[in-house]
């Protein structure tokens, strides 16, 4: 349900506006809406809402909500939490669209806040109004002036307008948010404590805003969402629109995510599946103020870095040191420049200085601002170069405005991304860091943050060209979606019902039987090359070998036999209810031991996990996810992803395992998941053999839901 | 050679001072000083130097060094790089003691210079003068108002005063990175632009810095040191003051190391031992400036937490969800408070608010200042709790003031550390911020980075912890020094040599012989267990597996003579000239493979490295350093320090095995490293075999030097 581009349309800009629960006491949340409205700006009609009272300040107030004058767009309401749903419904029955609910004592307190907000939830859906909250501080619209809200956060007519919204979880930590963005000089335009989300959620208007011109960087904070398809959504769209979405993730740590739960108590599936969202789409990931600033900067010069190369130009050797170290961090290459850029700029630049990348021109370019700037533009035209960043000492008053100028101008004419690391106290360079912003130009604090920006760019370009390479090969679908046979309700399909699976989705399996005991207790010879794997196959024995179920390397006729009797005696006797299939005889495999696993999150839908087996997966944690369905070329980005890769794509030597064919078997195993998301809650393939020829799947379980 | 507490007393308050290349023109180097002077408040004389002129600006100017009056204590030279060493030369004829060098072209710009720089290393030796620089832009001592330098930096003589030092390796970043601080309220005492350390070095001015009762924090911007044990010893005498140095490091990437290397041309060492130093000693890793600002302000509490037990106290659950995590990333922890606690609490706090720790107030505790501060008092009264973040939002005005003065009363009667998470613009609560600095309650601008404030003094206190235990448990040495013979020159032992080595220090091996080959050809029986493992016994064989010099698992007599022959045939043809000793024939061993070497860094001297076999050390660098010597206490820090130390202590049931004797090896190597560091360069145990009954090394490798 994306709402249309102007969905939101009179609830952030009201003809009128209704303040139910209004006062005359400025300490009552329902006493600072009116004056908050009236220094705001609002141009519109407020109507005070409250029996108790003939007048609010100037205003006459009207007794009930069926008393308010038409039109009226917005009803803000500041009243007890369990008066809250009646006033909705008055409100519904009053024609007015929109309402913000201020009242706190829902979900956020406990059972009995929790069974009030299901009332409302189901009063909101009769009465057809759209609400905001409960539990919420406000909104800003800093365009038209419209402030609904209370609370210090609100007391700020002369915040800086600008191209960036926020969506916020937190209401009290948004507007702490933004007024120490504004005082860095980054301006907002719409500003959204979203509460309890019982009706609209950050995420629909995050859709909402992500669409509107005005709104060139999006940011949400974000302790968890119910939709996880919704943020896939949202962030395939910015890579479209080429907008970023700064997303600040709280609630990540087991004490933090227990912190959140008590604070607006958002149901969160775990940070390693937002994270997987926020790699796939347009979003980037900050942590502080300071970050969301820098970034959001560097995305207002509406340019991307075509690659990973990059130049630093300064006049100050430490800052060079200090940026590339972190220019190294965030992946990006500092290449030489090209031997023609080298003899131009040798004309100009200092002796002895270093024209090596990053180009150190020293304290020598110290006044010589034409020279510096014509390195600049020598670099900007370089072909190896896809982006710049400059620090620079000059930029104090009309020298430094002149140098701006003139710095903005050879910026203008090329499409590469520059930047400047101010290094210094901003007030001391107002003229040229005017200049610079008029032109978009993005300058940053420090040297380490600049680089920090400029890594933000890269991967989030990167990000858009993986999305439209993906969006132009297709779904790359490996095979037609297959039928197939679950039994009814919830519980685990035998390892020989699992590998039929992933067979009949072309995931190569070890070859099989599964046999009676008596059947294999009259073999004449052997159905399956040895030497085998001897295992007891249930859908009611998940830990096989816990069990004494398995026996492996069996190698003739004789052993077979006795480990078969063995595994099916174990199998009884550790759980004498257990149906039993029969004995599965497999023929054994080798290998790379990898782990290709899946879960269908009740948040995000179908995932898929890929490590190394044993300690590297389960000590080590390099495992990487996507969400399923995906192709070849998306697995062999999993693949490429975990810190022990090199043992699959050659370590010392060692020849190279069939790589491609685990992309395949990834990428058959998303399509099996998605295909039956309806009925598989989980696969796991723990091993997977992976050998130079292909691979094999040597166990499988999967898990159904009902 | 550590320095008097007063050894530089006169470079940085001297008496009078002597601007050799005086100028009048202020775009000159040499015309800036004089000015600065003056501006700066400097009181005593000084005394232009420069044959061109009779006078500059008001003060008469002098035509030689010799002329200038007596007493003079500093001279500043701004001179062409060739005028150098003489002027030095006639400083020390004249008396001066100290000399700062701005020029620049000494090794910074290549060859030429370089041999010019170690003209001028060898005039200064014999002068006795003690210089700061070349190639450095100054000094300030903000307590004696004395600006020695020239640039933009120095042209501000409202820098704010305060107990932090700096010393910087670059001086246009040191001087930027003032200025942010400045401007964020962090005050400094000393600021030293180290330029091309000819003589006096970054660490020699940090360990007089040190010792002075007004430096109560050191900031360090470093690029490389040439003398890792005097930054080592740095690091123990901060623990022993308590105070921090706060390390600014940079050069550490690759990139980043070239580019270093061009700035200043430091020679320096892998950061992993600079990390191995910063670890050990009391060093504070820090890397922009805002770092450096709020630890600095922690550090300035002057009171350590005496665990990693925090509570965050907060009226907004955004920001309590967001310190939560990086509370968790930092390793602190948010127990529970005491029952007795909870119950006081709850008689003020306000109803539904969460007092979990984090204890979040919510919007309810609005302009109910003292209970706020009750609830402090209550918390940091709690024995559970190490210390406390409050994050708090009536900051404002006289209202603001007054809670602030509450708050630091409260922090008065503890000992505990307390830091206030302002999270909004500072200008709206300057006279709160003015009582909690007074006061000396740190104060950080988000709550984010406060928590990494917090993380800051907790990883301190413990490394002061574990260096008090370490200091009274004494050296630890577990053997005696044991006299080696080596032969003499650079070269390789062969295995069997090293291994009698690591037996002498008491480290356990296989059980081995070595044999001629034609003893071997006559064995009758096997003069070990078998399986054996056969090799070539070389000093001039390094790879032997290479080689075809190694058989494992050689299980009889006969197949021993033949291994033993293909082993010496193999190494032959391999390396037809090697020495061979013989045939090394070892009991096979087995266990969990690490791997244990060191080397003898020029830097650093002997270092340890410890890391588990294969993968884990060469793709994945799970690897820990610490400097030679060490205890067996120690040794167990490092084990449980790297990523997949559970494989050695126990994981999914396995049994754990015998770190006690793997932490007694590592130290035995550390001292058989550090006893013998004139001739051992490198030590190699790969791989020490690790199991339940204790270790064994099964191959060895010790590189000398001359």
Redesign the interface.
């Known amino acids: 349900m994306a709402p249309a581009p102007d969905g939101f349309a009179r609830l952030f800009n009201p003809r009128a506006i209704a303040v139910i629960g209004a006062s005359p006491d400025a ?1 009552r949340i329902g006493g600072q809406p009116i004056p908050i409205l009236i220094e705001s700006g609002f141009r519109g009609n407020v109507y005070p809402v409250n029996p108790k009272y003939p007048r609010v300040g100037e205003l006459a107030c009207y007794p009930d909500v069926a008393a308010v004058p038409k039109p009226c767009d917005l009803a803000l309401i500041a009243v007890a939490a369990p008066l809250v749903p009646d006033l909705i419904a008055q409100c519904g029955r009053a024609g007015i669209p929109f309402a913000i609910v201020f009242s ?2 829902f979900r ?3 059972a009995e806040g929790a069974a009030l907000e299901a009332r409302l939830k189901e009063v909101i859906a009769a009465s057809g109004v759209r609400v905001i909250g409960p539990n919420c ?1 406000g909104t800003m619209n800093l365009v038209d002036r419209v402030y609904c809200g209370f ?2 956060g609100f007391r700020n007519p002369h915040l800086k307008l600008g191209p960036v919204a926020l969506v ?7 507007y ?1 948010v933004v ?2 963005a ?2 860095e000089g980054l301006g907002f335009n719409y500003i959204v404590s979203a509460g309890n989300e019982t009706d609209v959620t950050t995420l629909e208007l995050a859709a909402d805003f992500i669409e509107r011109n005005e709104v060139e960087v999006l940011v949400l ?1 974000v ?1 968890g969402v119910s939709d996880g398809g919704r943020l896939r959504a949202l962030g395939r769209r910015a890579l479209e629109l080429g907008k970023p979405v700064l997303t600040w993730k ?7 995510r ?3 739960e ?3 108590a958002s149901m969160t599936a775990g940070y390693e599946l937002y994270r997987a969202a926020f790699r796939e789409g347009g979003f980037v990931e900050v ?4 970050d969301l600033v820098d970034i959001s900067r560097a995305f207002l010069h509406r340019r991307l870095p075509r690659g990973p190369n990059i130049a630093l130009i300064t ?8 940026m ?2 972190e ?3 965030q992946g990006l290459v ?1 290449p030489r420049l090209s031997a023609a850029t080298l003899e131009e700029m040798r004309k100009v630049a200092p002796k ?1 200085c ?1 024209l ?1 990348n ?1 180009i ?1 021109l ?3 370019i ?2 010589r601002n034409e020279d510096f700037n014509r390195v600049v533009e020598l670099t900007l035209a370089d072909p190896n170069i896809d982006q710049v960043i400059v620090r620079y ?1 000059n930029v ?1 008053g009309a020298v430094g405005e002149a140098w701006a100028r003139q710095l903005a101008g050879l910026v203008g004419k090329t499409d590469k991304p520059l930047m400047l690391a101010l ?3 901003p ?1 001391e360079a107002v003229a040229a860091l005017k200049v610079l912003e008029d032109a978009r130009v993005p300058w940053v ?2 040297p ?2 600049t680089a920090v920006a400029a890594g933000a760019l890269h991967h989030y370009a990167e990000k858009q060209r993986r999305f439209r390479s993906a969006s132009a090969r297709g779904g790359g679908r490996p095979i037609a979606r297959q039928a197939l046979e679950f039994p009814s309700g919830a519980g685990r399909l035998s390892e020989h019902e699992a590998k039929r699976c992933l067979a009949a989705y072309g995931i190569p399996i070890a070859r099989e039987v599964v046999l009676a005991p008596d059947e294999v207790a009259a073999l004449r010879k052997a159905p399956l090359e040895f030497p085998l794997a001897v295992k007891i196959d249930s859908p009611d024995i998940a830990h096989k070998t816990e069990a004494g179920a398995v026996q492996l390397g069996i190698k003739d006729l004789a052993a077979l036999k006795s480990a078969a009797s063995e595994v099916v005696a174990n199998a009884r006797r550790h759980q004498p209810g257990a149906r039993v299939n029969g004995v599965l005889l497999a023929e054994m495999v080798h290998g790379t031991e990898v782990i290709v696993g899946a879960v269908n999150d009740r948040f995000f839908g179908p995932v898929v996990m890929f490590g190394l087996g044993g ?1 590297f997966t ?3 944690m ?1 495992v990487t996810y996507r969400f399923a369905p995906f192709d070849a070329v998306t697995a062999r980005e999993m693949i490429a992803e975990i ?2 890769a ?2 699959l794509t050659g ?2 030597g060692s020849a190279p395992l069939a790589v491609d064919a685990l992309a395949d078997a990834l990428a058959r195993v998303s399509w099996l998941a998605a295909d039956h998301a309806e009925r598989i809650a989980e696969i796991d393939i723990n091993p997977l053999f992976v050998n130079a020829a292909g691979v094999v799947a040597a166990d499988a379980l999967i898990v159904l839901k009902n």
């Open positions: 300490a706190a004592g956020e307190v406990g501080i609370g210090v916020s979880q937190s209401g009290g930590f948004a702490s007024a120490l504004d005082a904070y302790e709280a609630g990540n740590s087991a004490i933090g227990a912190a959140a008590s604070h607006t942590n502080d103020v300071h006049s100050s050797g430490g800052s060079a040191v200090l590339a170290d220019c190294d961090r500092l002895n270093s090596a990053p150190d020293t304290a020598q110290s006044g000492g104090q290094g210094r106290v007030d604090l420090t380490l943050r300690v389960e000590l080590l390099d810190k022990a090199a043992l370590f010392r």
